[in-house]
């Protein structure tokens, strides 16, 4: 997906459109897993449900493009790293 958006974003506006909707319903999807975790106690965090699977999911998608310039798992360990730090189980 990651690569797929880069490439065809500027060449075909149909193919974007597809893409960002796509992009849109998977971003709804893990706002409803943060909301389902934190409904169930599974999870507790202070931060609304969509805004912070929007911010994942921004989180993600730069991780995989600095992994793949770089060659390295940092960027995908520094993700893992945020991500344990904002979806935080109870304690």
Do not use: N
């Amino acid at each position: 997906m990651v690569k797929l958006s880069a490439e065809v974003a500027d060449l075909s506006d149909d193919m974007r459109v597809v893409l960002h909707e796509g992009t849109g319903r998977f971003i709804a999807r893990i706002a409803d897993c943060i909301a389902e975790g934190v409904a169930d106690g599974s999870l507790h965090t202070v931060l609304d449900p969509l805004p912070t699977a929007t911010m994942l999911y921004q989180l993600w998608l730069g991780a995989s493009l600095l992994s793949k310039l770089s060659r390295d798992r940092v960027p995908m360990e520094s993700a893992m790293h945020v991500t344990r730090r904002v979806l935080v189980p109870p304690q």
